[in-house]
Protein backbone atom coordinates (compact mmCIF):
# COMPACT_ATOMS: atom_id res chain seq x y z
CA UNK A 1 0.00 0.00 0.00
CA UNK A 2 0.72 3.93 -0.54
CA UNK A 3 1.51 5.70 2.89
CA UNK A 4 -0.48 9.09 2.22
CA UNK A 5 0.06 10.37 5.64
CA UNK A 6 2.16 8.82 8.85
CA UNK A 7 0.70 10.78 12.30
CA UNK A 8 1.16 10.13 16.12
CA UNK A 9 -1.16 7.22 16.51
CA UNK A 10 -2.28 6.09 12.69
CA UNK A 11 -1.24 5.66 9.29
CA UNK A 12 -3.49 6.31 6.52
CA UNK A 13 -2.80 4.13 3.40
CA UNK A 14 -4.22 3.55 -0.43
CA UNK A 15 -4.65 0.48 -1.61
CA UNK A 16 -3.36 1.40 -5.31
CA UNK A 17 -5.18 -2.07 -6.76
CA UNK A 18 -8.49 -1.43 -5.42
CA UNK A 19 -8.26 2.15 -4.30
CA UNK A 20 -9.54 1.36 -0.76
CA UNK A 21 -7.94 4.04 2.08
CA UNK A 22 -7.24 1.99 5.33
CA UNK A 23 -6.10 3.87 8.45
CA UNK A 24 -3.65 1.52 10.28
CA UNK A 25 -3.56 2.05 14.03
CA UNK A 26 -0.29 2.28 15.55
CA UNK A 27 0.60 1.20 18.89
CA UNK A 28 2.34 4.31 20.12
CA UNK A 29 0.47 6.64 22.44
CA UNK A 30 0.15 10.70 22.83
CA UNK A 31 1.95 11.81 26.40
CA UNK A 32 5.15 13.88 27.51
CA UNK A 33 7.51 12.88 30.18
CA UNK A 34 6.45 9.48 30.86
CA UNK A 35 2.72 10.42 31.02
CA UNK A 36 0.22 9.54 28.76
CA UNK A 37 -2.42 12.29 27.64
CA UNK A 38 -4.76 12.26 25.07
CA UNK A 39 -4.48 16.11 24.77
CA UNK A 40 -0.85 15.73 24.10
CA UNK A 41 0.87 16.98 20.65
CA UNK A 42 3.84 14.16 21.22
CA UNK A 43 4.21 10.68 20.99
CA UNK A 44 4.98 9.64 25.07
CA UNK A 45 5.48 5.71 23.99
CA UNK A 46 4.07 2.65 22.73
CA UNK A 47 2.03 0.09 23.99
CA UNK A 48 1.74 -3.68 22.45
CA UNK A 49 -1.43 -4.19 21.16
CA UNK A 50 -2.83 -0.68 21.58
CA UNK A 51 -3.68 -0.22 17.96
CA UNK A 52 -5.74 -3.37 17.68
CA UNK A 53 -7.50 -2.27 20.85
CA UNK A 54 -8.32 0.94 19.54
CA UNK A 55 -9.41 -0.26 16.47
CA UNK A 56 -12.23 -2.38 18.00
CA UNK A 57 -13.40 0.15 19.85
CA UNK A 58 -13.74 2.53 16.92
CA UNK A 59 -15.50 -0.12 15.16
CA UNK A 60 -18.00 -0.27 17.91
CA UNK A 61 -18.76 3.60 18.36
CA UNK A 62 -18.49 4.06 14.24
CA UNK A 63 -21.03 1.61 13.90
CA UNK A 64 -23.17 3.42 17.00
CA UNK A 65 -22.97 6.28 15.26
CA UNK A 66 -24.36 5.19 12.26
CA UNK A 67 -27.40 3.53 14.06
CA UNK A 68 -27.81 7.15 15.62
CA UNK A 69 -28.56 8.78 12.01
CA UNK A 70 -24.45 10.39 12.29
CA UNK A 71 -22.97 9.68 9.29
CA UNK A 72 -19.01 8.48 9.41
CA UNK A 73 -16.42 7.34 7.12
CA UNK A 74 -16.19 3.66 8.17
CA UNK A 75 -16.93 1.16 5.98
CA UNK A 76 -15.17 -2.18 7.48
CA UNK A 77 -12.27 -3.31 9.50
CA UNK A 78 -9.54 -6.05 9.93
CA UNK A 79 -8.73 -6.10 13.29
CA UNK A 80 -6.02 -9.05 13.20
CA UNK A 81 -4.31 -6.71 10.38
CA UNK A 82 -4.90 -3.44 12.49
CA UNK A 83 -6.58 -2.05 9.72
CA UNK A 84 -10.13 0.39 8.89
CA UNK A 85 -11.15 0.62 5.32
CA UNK A 86 -12.66 4.41 5.44
CA UNK A 87 -14.37 6.50 2.47
CA UNK A 88 -12.01 8.59 1.09
CA UNK A 89 -12.50 12.08 1.67
CA UNK A 90 -11.06 15.51 1.95
CA UNK A 91 -10.18 15.83 5.32
CA UNK A 92 -9.20 19.75 6.60
CA UNK A 93 -6.33 19.91 9.43
CA UNK A 94 -9.08 20.63 11.74
CA UNK A 95 -10.51 19.22 15.07
CA UNK A 96 -13.70 20.09 16.43
CA UNK A 97 -13.86 19.95 20.26
CA UNK A 98 -16.73 19.24 22.85
CA UNK A 99 -16.11 20.54 26.87
CA UNK A 100 -18.76 19.63 29.41
CA UNK A 101 -16.53 20.47 32.33
CA UNK A 102 -12.76 22.59 32.64
CA UNK A 103 -10.08 20.25 32.07
CA UNK A 104 -6.41 20.02 30.29
CA UNK A 105 -5.62 23.00 28.14
CA UNK A 106 -8.87 25.23 29.19
CA UNK A 107 -7.38 25.35 32.55
CA UNK A 108 -3.97 26.03 31.39
CA UNK A 109 -4.93 28.51 28.74
CA UNK A 110 -7.20 30.58 30.77
CA UNK A 111 -6.20 30.09 34.33
CA UNK A 112 -9.04 28.06 35.04
CA UNK A 113 -9.97 25.43 37.97
CA UNK A 114 -10.77 21.87 36.69
CA UNK A 115 -14.37 20.67 37.02
CA UNK A 116 -16.11 23.75 36.31
CA UNK A 117 -19.59 22.70 34.99
CA UNK A 118 -20.33 24.08 31.05
CA UNK A 119 -24.59 24.12 30.60
CA UNK A 120 -24.59 24.23 27.74
CA UNK A 121 -21.54 22.17 26.82
CA UNK A 122 -18.66 24.68 25.18
CA UNK A 123 -17.53 24.31 21.65
CA UNK A 124 -14.13 25.15 20.06
CA UNK A 125 -12.30 24.21 16.84
CA UNK A 126 -8.91 24.20 16.66
CA UNK A 127 -5.79 24.44 13.54
CA UNK A 128 -3.50 20.73 13.98
CA UNK A 129 -0.37 22.59 13.57
CA UNK A 130 1.98 21.11 16.34
CA UNK A 131 4.41 23.63 16.18
CA UNK A 132 1.84 26.39 16.78
CA UNK A 133 0.29 24.53 19.68
CA UNK A 134 -2.80 23.88 17.97
CA UNK A 135 -4.40 27.05 18.33
CA UNK A 136 -8.04 27.96 18.05
CA UNK A 137 -9.33 29.11 15.00
CA UNK A 138 -12.56 30.64 13.15
CA UNK A 139 -14.84 30.11 10.95
CA UNK A 140 -13.92 32.95 9.14
CA UNK A 141 -9.92 31.93 8.93
CA UNK A 142 -11.09 28.49 7.95
CA UNK A 143 -12.85 29.62 5.07
CA UNK A 144 -9.79 31.97 3.78
CA UNK A 145 -7.77 29.04 4.24
CA UNK A 146 -9.83 26.90 1.86
CA UNK A 147 -10.35 24.54 4.68
CA UNK A 148 -14.04 24.54 4.99
CA UNK A 149 -17.02 25.94 2.49
CA UNK A 150 -19.49 28.53 3.99
CA UNK A 151 -21.85 26.70 6.21
CA UNK A 152 -19.66 23.67 6.86
CA UNK A 153 -18.21 25.21 10.18
CA UNK A 154 -21.75 25.19 11.80
CA UNK A 155 -22.75 22.00 9.99
CA UNK A 156 -19.33 20.41 11.81
CA UNK A 157 -20.22 21.92 14.93
CA UNK A 158 -24.28 20.52 14.92
CA UNK A 159 -22.34 16.90 14.41
CA UNK A 160 -20.03 17.16 17.27
CA UNK A 161 -23.19 17.78 19.96
CA UNK A 162 -24.79 14.97 18.68
CA UNK A 163 -21.89 12.93 18.46
CA UNK A 164 -21.32 14.02 21.71
CA UNK A 165 -25.18 13.11 22.95
CA UNK A 166 -24.28 9.41 21.68
CA UNK A 167 -20.73 8.98 23.49
CA UNK A 168 -21.88 10.52 26.70
CA UNK A 169 -25.10 7.72 27.06
CA UNK A 170 -22.58 4.87 26.13
CA UNK A 171 -19.52 5.70 28.02
CA UNK A 172 -21.81 6.17 31.27
CA UNK A 173 -23.39 2.49 30.86
CA UNK A 174 -19.93 2.25 31.95
CA UNK A 175 -19.47 3.98 34.87
CA UNK A 176 -17.63 6.85 33.25
CA UNK A 177 -18.70 10.69 32.61
CA UNK A 178 -17.57 12.20 29.77
CA UNK A 179 -15.45 15.15 30.35
CA UNK A 180 -14.88 16.62 27.18
CA UNK A 181 -13.41 15.26 23.55
CA UNK A 182 -12.54 15.78 19.87
CA UNK A 183 -13.29 14.60 16.46
CA UNK A 184 -11.96 15.41 12.79
CA UNK A 185 -14.92 15.54 10.30
CA UNK A 186 -14.16 15.34 5.94
CA UNK A 187 -16.95 15.57 3.20
CA UNK A 188 -17.07 14.28 -0.24
CA UNK A 189 -17.39 15.82 -3.17
CA UNK A 190 -20.62 16.71 -3.02
CA UNK A 191 -20.26 18.17 0.16
CA UNK A 192 -21.93 16.18 2.51
CA UNK A 193 -19.67 15.90 5.93
CA UNK A 194 -18.63 12.81 8.18
CA UNK A 195 -17.15 11.62 11.45
CA UNK A 196 -13.27 10.40 10.45
CA UNK A 197 -10.73 9.62 11.84
CA UNK A 198 -11.18 7.38 15.25
CA UNK A 199 -13.10 7.28 18.17
CA UNK A 200 -11.50 5.79 21.10
CA UNK A 201 -9.78 6.98 24.67
CA UNK A 202 -7.08 8.68 22.29
CA UNK A 203 -9.91 11.35 21.98
CA UNK A 204 -12.28 11.53 25.02
CA UNK A 205 -11.17 12.58 28.94
CA UNK A 206 -13.39 10.92 31.03
CA UNK A 207 -14.01 10.19 35.15
CA UNK A 208 -14.85 6.97 36.34
CA UNK A 209 -17.12 6.33 39.69
CA UNK A 210 -14.18 6.62 42.39
CA UNK A 211 -14.04 10.25 40.47
CA UNK A 212 -10.30 9.70 38.72
CA UNK A 213 -9.30 10.89 35.30
CA UNK A 214 -7.95 7.75 33.63
CA UNK A 215 -5.50 7.87 30.84
CA UNK A 216 -6.11 6.89 27.57
CA UNK A 217 -4.13 3.88 28.05
CA UNK A 218 -5.94 2.39 31.28
CA UNK A 219 -9.35 4.17 30.03
Not at 39 to 59: D, P, R
Not at 69 to 82: A, F
Not at 151 to 177: C, F, H, N, P, S
Not at 178 to 184: H, N, P, R, V
Request: proline residues 5%; glycine residues 10%.
Amino acid sequence: MKTLYNGKTKTVLLDEATGIVNLFFKDSATGENGVFDPGSNSVGGSVEGKGKIGLKISKHFFELMEKNGIPTHYLGSDVEQGLMQVRKLTVPKLEFVLRYFTAGSMCRRFTLPEGIVFDPPYSEVTLKDDEQGDPLITERLCIMKDMLKPGQYDEALGILVKVGEVLKQELATMGLTLIDFKIEVGYDEDGKMYVVDEITPDIWRVRDEQGNIPNQIDC
